[in-house]
Structures are given as structure tokens and as C-alpha cells.
């Protein structure tokens, strides 16, 4: 008899790698695997045997956090597993206590340190709550995952844990990429190079530093591949630049076609602000999914990704205030035709051992 894991997430796992990755290696290995997840009302929902996704308003607000948490909870009532996966801070209370009432083994997984989200600067009631939640309920977990080294550390320390797990945020290994044609699907002129934003558009992103890229430079467009609260925001911050018909919004792909649009791109951009604790230990999917995507990174100068860059030579690192420097390194990187072809050599390499397949074996041993 397979048995089963339950991960809860509040998000679309269908646009989650992380999630999406968990199911394909669990199910591999001949787990039964069931995922609850909620997406915003205004969005479409891909129904499969796996996930049940729950249709919420869009703006978080006490009603919203009131009927996520009684669609959490009437799921957890009617699905049993043995082992529980709490996929971020906000579901981790709910499947603690079902996991534990149920003596079965719990994960969390800590993909952010959720008490220090640049978002809550401004918001220290929430800030305060969320990390109440997390320092109660973080005991409880049989490990906790984490998405580098550095935030590893930070929670060993900060919560005197023992049971920690670092899983990076790494891609299914794929060789052969099929490519879409950019430069024909939006009209590019052949002669300009694609820059790519990839993920989520919040503040601290670098998503604003990326558009004034575009201003700086004629031969440059902007592809932001995701979806966000900030959307609108930064198309009109691209229309007050003047540069809306360079810079385009492609909205959101499955994990499964999104490589097929990454790799149609020149350059990469990880371009994250260190406003805050966690984006300062910031290592996002993004920065591998490039990699594997065989297209150089630039990204911040920040610890954990100058790290993997430096490591593996795949790309420039820069501190994004430092306006000058920024602008000679993509001078550098749209000119030279022979260190792309270097640092694209070196993607195909770094890939071999950046890939998620490698990565799950430290999870698979847990759940034996």
C-alpha cells in the first residue's frame, strides 16, 4: 500500500516549483500524494486527481484569512496522510495540529524568514503575529526545510533547532530545452537582446531596476514572465519611462512551459534589494532556473547568490546601487558575444549537479 503526503500551501501550486518538484519525486517513488492550495478569484483553476485549489478574494483581509483557514481545516479533517508538508508560516499551525493528533511526521517548509518579510516592514501588528506563530508552533516540525545555508543557520540559532534541512529551490534536470521564438512571438527586432524578470512582481525585486535598464539602453526589452499584487504598478511605472512597448507583461506559465520561455531569453535578472533580513539571505528559484535554462544570471551582490554565481561562473554580480557599475556590466554582457558563449558553456555544466533531482535525495531519506 503507497503511502501518503499531504502538502498545504496558500498559493496555486500549480504555479509553484517547489510543490510541483515534490509531487514529481514523491510520486516517482511511489508515494500518494495530495496538495491543497488556494488561488485568488479572479484566476482560472487546472483541476488533476493531486491538488484541490480553493478560489479566495483577492486582497488579503480578515474575511480572507477566515474562509482560508475553514477550507484548511475542513480539508485537513477529511484527508489523513503520514506525513504532513506545511508548505509556508501560514498553514503551519492548522497541520501541526493535525499531523501531531494524528502521531504523524510533520515538515515545514520555512521558505522565507517569514518574521522578517520585507513586506511587513510597515505592518509590525502582522509582522508581530506571524513571528508569534512561528516561534510557537516551530518546535513541532520533525525537520524543517529551508531554501539556502544562511537561513539554515539563522533558525538553528534563533530557535535552537537541530532537525533542519537546507533544499534549495532547484529545477527538474532538463537537456533538451524547446525553445520558443521571442524575438517572432513579440516582435523584437532581431539585433536587441531579451532581458528576463521571472517570478513574483512584489517591491524589492528589482523589478523597477530591470524597466529603467530598458531606458538606459535602445536595444534592450524587458519579458516578465509572473504575476502579483504590483503589476499594474510597475506597467505604469514603464509607461512613465516611455518604455511600455519594450517592456512585456507575458503573465504566468506552468512550470512545465515556463522553461520554453526562459530559455528564449539573453539575460537573466535577480536583481533582489536588501531591505530586509530575508531578502539579505535571498536565494530564489529564479537565479537556478536561469542556469538550467543555459542563459547568464546578473544578479545582487548578496551573499547566498553572489556565492552560486562566483562558484560556478555563470554570470555578473553587482551591488544594484551602484548605478555604474550595473550599466558596464550589461554593456559588457550585450557586447561580448564570446563571454556569453563561457558563461552559457558554464550553465550547461553548473546544471549537472544545480538540479532538483540531486537535491530531493537529502528529503527521500526522511520519509523512508
Not at 509590525?124 to 524543517?144: G, N, S, W
Request: glycine letters at 4%; hydrophobic letters at 40%; proline letters at 2%.
Amino acid at each position: 500500500m503507497k503511502k501518503k503526503i499531504l502538502i498545504a500551501y496558500l498559493g496555486n501550486p500549480d504555479f509553484d516549483t517547489r510543490i510541483k518538484n515534490l509531487c514529481y519525486s514523491f510520486s516517482k517513488n511511489n508515494f500518494q500524494i495530495s496538495v491543497v492550495g488556494f488561488e485568488s478569484e479572479n484566476r482560472s483553476i487546472t483541476k488533476n486527481e493531486t491538488s484541490t485549489v480553493y478560489k479566495l478574494q483577492r486582497k488579503p483581509s480578515v474575511k480572507f484569512y477566515l474562509k482560508f483557514f475553514f477550507n484548511l481545516f475542513n480539508y485537513l479533517r477529511k484527508h489523513k496522510a503520514d506525513y504532513y508538508f506545511a508548505e509556508d508560516i501560514y498553514t503551519l499551525g492548522l497541520v501541526c495540529v493535525f499531523a501531531k493528533s494524528r502521531g504523524k511526521k510533520l515538515f515545514y517548509n520555512s521558505r522565507e524568514l517569514y518574521p522578517f518579510l520585507a513586506g511587513l516592514r510597515n505592518r509590525k501588528y502582522i509582522q508581530f503575529l506571524i513571528a508569534l506563530i512561528e516561534k510557537v508552533f516551530i518546535k513541532f516540525p520533525d525537520f524543517v526545510l529551508t531554501t539556502g545555508e544562511m537561513d539554515a543557520d539563522f533558525l538553528i540559532k534563533h530557535y535552537s533547532l537541530k532537525n533542519v534541512i537546507v533544499l534549495r529551490n532547484l529545477p527538474l534536470y532538463i537537456n533538451e530545452i524547446k525553445k520558443h521564438n521571442l524575438h517572432e512571438l513579440l516582435k523584437i527586432p532581431e539585433d536587441s537582446k531579451i532581458f528576463l524578470y521571472q517570478g513574483v512582481l512584489l517591491d524589492g525585486r528589482g523589478i523597477r531596476f530591470a524597466i529603467e535598464i530598458v531606458k538606459e539602453f535602445e536595444n534592450i526589452h524587458l519579458v516578465i514572465l509572473g504575476d502579483g499584487e504590483k503589476k499594474i504598478h510597475f506597467q505604469e511605472f514603464a509607461e512613465s519611462l516611455r518604455v511600455e512597448s519594450r517592456v512585456h507583461f507575458l503573465g504566468s506559465f506552468s512550470q512545465d512551459e515556463l522553461i520554453n520561455y526562459t530559455s528564449a531569453c539573453d539575460i537573466g535578472l535577480a536583481l533582489i534589494e536588501n531591505i530586509s533580513m530575508s531578502y539579505y539571505y535571498a536565494l530564489p528559484g529564479k537565479l537556478f532556473e536561469y542556469i538550467m535554462a543555459e542563459i547568464p544570471v546578473i544578479c545582487s551582490d548578496l551573499p547566498q547568490m553572489k556565492k552560486i554565481v562566483r562558484q560556478f561562473n555563470v554570470g555578473r554580480f553587482t551591488n544594484i546601487d551602484d548605478k555604474e557599475n550595473l550599466m558596464k556590466i550589461i554593456k559588457e554582457l550585450i557586447t561580448n558575444n564570446g563571454l556569453n558563449i563561457v558563461l552559457r558553456d558554464n550553465c550547461k555544466l553548473a546544471k549537472k549537479e544545480l538540479n532538483w533531482e540531486k537535491e530531493f535525495e537529502k528529503l527521500l531519506e526522511k520519509v523512508q
